[in-house]
């Protein structure tokens, strides 16, 4: 076990890692203003995987429009979700949006099925992002790359929206008292919305790259990023982005460091020593590494 | 005139559907149990699509005994073991004369004593446990292979024709099928004078192997070849994976690499060195194997997705040949007419039941895959 290996280890673990650290960051801004764990921000990226699929590999538009696409379809499919699904139950007790998600998670999978049969489909990206690059005893991909710097864009991106914009203020009005927010002229509606719009756009373009890392999609495709962007988010501390992010991060290092460090034997359980660092993290901070002490909702 | 034509269709749909039962007589039911929905649903639905095919061409040609029609009733059993409980239960109350289904053993096992309980058979068209028979008792039948076959085989061919000595075994550990694939490679392998010099394990739906190719890449001493223990799902995923990290060395499996995603996935220049041993079906060009994929082509629109559509095919198949042979639906005279089985002409090639352990004598392909392209290399036999 040289430094070569642990060193391509760590690799391995930050590429994973930002790839849950970008399906992470909308989930975190969902809960961050209405409080929803929303579990069907996985079938979102599902949902943008095969939006990706039609337009490149079969209407063959540019890589350019394509993302752009992927985006729009995360969108749309985020607003749909949240005027069909959410709004209605709005001032319901939490666990009641909970169980809607779940609800919506479900029948987002096995309308998948239904449409698309559950036959995985191959997914190939362009060659130019499917090159090895070598450095020393390390090798990735372009694509590797390109998960990591966009993941690190868009975290900055949402963070500036958040902080800098009379939208994002509108959002963390929302968030800190909804009831007062609305007092105070606030389209809670509308802010909402446009949470859920961003949130499931960044789950959209998260789509694109699960299958442009993976080359394979299928209908169920979207439950293991939900999972583990929930647990990340949770890390991290929920409703904070940059804590997602950070959570993201743990969470691919730890998953990847647990089997290449461990004995072989050991390789299947990853997602048992992964949950395994989730409550022993939670036991000495229990709001998370970047989580406030504020409570459910001032 | 247009209305005279409707008119006259209308008539003779009428004709159509009050002559065609009465002439036929009360139609045969078979219960197909499968995951249509759920993670199953890729391996399941297609079997359901090969069955319900098989049904119809038989009944095309004139149905069974005298004319009475096939009536494959399918049922949804969802991923979920308790389900497919239910799911016997409720074909089993429907009256049908035989059951058929899965190609998981963990779905027969909760399916399958039920009907054994009845004294109606039931066929599996696609779980490959060798103890299956033994497990649920004497109304139990497969139709592929049992798994020790195709372990052996491609182990023999690993060591026999790829000449590897130092082999590493990557298990899928969350699957009966895949740790009993392992369990008999690596029985085979070792029985052969060859080493196991590496083992890794992994769990279904897991998408990156990174961690583990790394081990692979640092194993002392070098891996000749590596077995990879996998369901379709992780097939083309674990084949890219290795190959993008400028691994070289052969991949050898079982029937679970017999799915498109293992050239489709990696793409033609980095699915190549592979082999895998299968039903022999793939690349085939018996008349049995031609007649299927057309039919299935006409009827579906695109091709078999993979070698389970031709396992629910012969499985209906099977039990259609059987009750012609026993003459009646009665229960026992069609478990005596399934054990007869000699020589019955499958698409997956022929079955016989005449080892104790009531799995088919049955082929075993073994097919490579180089740059993209998949080739017969030679057909195992059972001894």
């Known amino acids: 076990m040289g430094g070569g290996y642990i060193a391509q280890q760590i690799v391995n673990g930050l590429i994973l890692g930002s790839m849950y650290a970008l399906v992470a960051i909308g989930f975190s801004m969902i809960y961050g203003i209405i409080r929803l764990i929303n579990f069907a921000h996985g079938d979102v990226v599902m949902i943008g995987a095969f939006v990706t699929l039609a337009l490149m590999q079969v209407a063959g538009l540019p890589f350019v429009l394509v993302a752009a696409g992927a985006l729009a379809a995360g969108a749309v499919v985020g607003v749909l979700i949240e005027r069909g699904a959410f709004r209605p139950m709005r001032g319901a007790p939490q666990v009641t949006g909970f169980i809607a998600s779940l609800a919506v998670s479900i029948m987002l999978q096995n309308l998948g099925i239904l449409l698309l049969t559950a036959q995985p489909r191959n997914f190939t990206f362009p060659a130019a992002l499917q090159k090895v690059i070598n450095a020393g005893p390390v090798s990735f991909r372009v694509i590797d790359l390109v998960i990591m710097l966009s993941a690190l864009g868009l975290m900055v991106l949402v963070m500036l929206l958040v902080k800098r914009t009379r939208l994002g203020m509108a959002m963390r009005a929302t968030a800190e008292n909804l009831d007062v927010a609305r007092l105070m002229g606030i389209n809670i509606n509308r802010t909402i919305l446009a949470a859920f719009a961003m949130g499931s756009a960044l789950a959209g373009i998260a789509g694109l790259m699960w299958g442009g890392k993976f080359g394979q999609i299928d209908p169920l495709l979207g439950y293991v990023p939900g999972l583990k962007s929930f647990v990340a988010a949770v890390i991290g501390g929920v409703g904070s982005i940059p804590g997602a992010i950070l959570g993201g991060y743990i969470l691919g290092l730890a998953e990847v460091l647990f089997v290449g460090l461990l004995p072989p034997i050991y390789s299947a359980y990853r997602d048992a020593f992964v949950f395994g660092t989730l409550i022993v993290i939670l036991l000495i901070m229990p709001n998370g590494l970047l989580g406030s002490d504020k409570g459910e909702r001032a | ?383």
């Open chain 2, 1 to 383: 005139m247009l209305k005279k034509g409707l008119l006259l269709l209308t008539l003779l749909a009428f004709a159509l559907a009050f002559v065609s039962p009465a002439a036929a007589g009360e139609p045969i039911k078979l219960g197909a149990l499968y995951n249509l929905t759920g993670g199953m649903s890729s391996i399941d639905a297609p079997a359901l699509n090969g069955a319900k095919l098989q049904a119809k061409l038989i009944n095309q040609a004139g149905g069974l005994l005298g004319g009475r029609q096939l009536e494959v009733i399918g049922i949804d059993t969802k991923t979920d073991q308790k389900a497919a409980a239910t799911g016997a239960k409720k074909a089993l109350a429907m009256g049908v004369v035989a059951g058929l289904g899965y190609g998981d053993t963990t779905f027969v096992m909760a399916a399958a004593p039920l009907f054994q309980k009845k004294g109606v058979p039931f066929v599996t068209s696609g779980a490959t446990h060798p103890m299956l028979p033994k497990w649920v008792g004497d109304y139990m039948f497969m139709v592929p292979f049992g798994d020790d076959d195709q372990s052996f085989a491609i182990a023999d061919f690993t060591v026999k024709k790829l000449g590897a000595k130092n082999i590493a075994v990557w298990t899928d550990n969350s699957m009966d099928f895949t740790k009993a694939l392992s369990k008999f490679y690596k029985q085979r392998i070792k029985e052969l004078g060859g080493k196991i010099v590496l083992e890794d394990f992994f769990m279904m739906g897991d998408k990156d192997f990174s961690a583990q190719i790394a081990r692979l890449k640092n194993t002392k001493p070098k891996p000749d070849a590596v077995f990879i223990s996998a369901i379709p799902n992780e097939a083309g995923l674990s084949v890219k994976q290795i190959r993008e990290a400028g691994l070289k060395l052969p991949i050898v499996s079982g029937d679970g690499f017999d799915t498109e995603l293992v050239t489709t996935v990696p793409g033609p220049k980095l699915a190549n060195d592979i082999y895998f041993s299968t039903h022999t079906y793939r690349e085939d060009n018996r008349p049995e194997v031609v007649a299927f994929v057309k039919a299935y082509e006409k009827e579906y629109g695109h091709p078999p997705e993979n070698a389970f559509a031709a396992l629910g095919f012969d499985a209906v198949g099977l039990i259609a040949d059987a009750i012609k042979r026993a003459g009646s639906t009665d229960g026992k005279a069609l478990r005596d007419a399934l054990a007869a089985t000699r020589g019955y002409k499958a698409v997956t090639g022929e079955i016989s039941y005449t080892r104790p352990s009531g799995v088919p004598l049955k082929g075993v392909s073994i097919i490579s895959v180089h740059n993209g392209k998949y080739k017969v290399e030679e057909v195992w036999m059972p001894k």
